[in-house]
């Protein structure tokens, strides 16, 4: 396999803030179609590799190559309609607005204010809002409050605003943090389903939901890849143990 089979190339990626390297030569390729999850210790540097990725943070050196395009000189705009879209912890939805406005807004329109302005809720935008709410479990939600949502429901909201833009790539930081066990298992589903069209990295600390969702996991620790592969296999080396899974 060459490297731009890869929907994502990380290569020799570092970066400092004051000497400090929060990532340190790390390599990572994702496969396309693939759900990646990366696990590892706090600090270990897994929020800075998204915000490197998505271009919130800049790198002191290395390459992120998606679909075998640079994105490391891109600012955050050019990455989003690049094709890679990503949430962070604490969702940010419009909250007095209806679910069904969040996902509308949401949808990628010309830039400008003219785009904005002339930007009408066409049949197609309407097609795209109804087969978002039906992956992200809220069809029957529509018309409600965002605010009014238990706080899961916020976050498949949020996971369907980023899905309006059809990312090819969709990272997500601690999607469960603060769900309930019923929420838990029906974002593990939900993770199954938007999986099927497109690449998917997610950091997650609960391990049982690790090892629903995963393909392949990744451990990190102080800015590099401590272990990489399937989780049984990840699970058992003596290492991983050692810095993550034992305490
Ligand atoms: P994780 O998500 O794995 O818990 P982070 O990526 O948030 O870890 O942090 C990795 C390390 O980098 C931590 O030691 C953190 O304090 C440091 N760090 C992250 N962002 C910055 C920043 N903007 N400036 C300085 N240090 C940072
Ligand atoms: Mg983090």
Redesign the pocket.
């Known amino acids: 396999m060459s490297n731009s089979d890869f929907v994502l190339a990380v290569e020799d990626l570092t970066v400092s803030?004051?000497g400090?390297k929060?990532?340190d030569n790390l390599t990572l390729y994702v496969d396309r179609g693939e759900l990646r999850v990366i696990i590892?210790?706090?600090?270990?540097?897994?929020?800075?590799?998204l915000?490197l990725i998505c271009g919130r943070?800049k790198s002191s050196g290395g390459s992120i190559k998606f679909k075998n395009q640079e994105m490391t000189e891109l600012a955050e705009h050019a990455i989003v309609r690049a094709g890679i879209g990503r949430k962070f912890q604490t969702p940010s939805i419009y909250e007095n607005l209806s679910v069904w406005k969040n996902l509308e807004v949401s949808f990628p329109r010309g830039r400008g204010v003219f785009g904005a302005l002339a930007f009408k809720c066409t049949d197609d935008v309407k097609a795209r809002i109804e087969e978002v709410a039906a992956e992200i479990g809220l069809a029957d939600q529509l018309s409600r409050e965002a605010g009014l949502l238990s706080h899961g429901q916020k976050q498949w909201l949020e996971i369907g605003m980023l899905l309006m833009q059809d990312p090819e790539l969709l990272m997500l930081?601690e999607p469960i943090a603060g769900m309930s066990v019923r929420e838990r298992e029906l974002t593990a589903e939900l993770l199954a389903r938007i999986g099927k069209n497109r690449a998917m990295i997610v950091?997650e600390h609960d391990m049982d939901f690790v090892k629903k969702i995963a393909h392949k996991v990744t451990v990190?620790h102080q800015?590099k890849i401590l272990a990489e592969g399937p989780m049984d296999k990840v699970q058992a080396d003596p290492r991983v143990i050692d810095v993550y899974l034992g305490h």
């Open positions: 803030f004051d400090f929060a990532i590892g210790p706090n600090g270990a540097g897994k929020t800075t590799l915000d943070t930081d950091i990190m800015g």
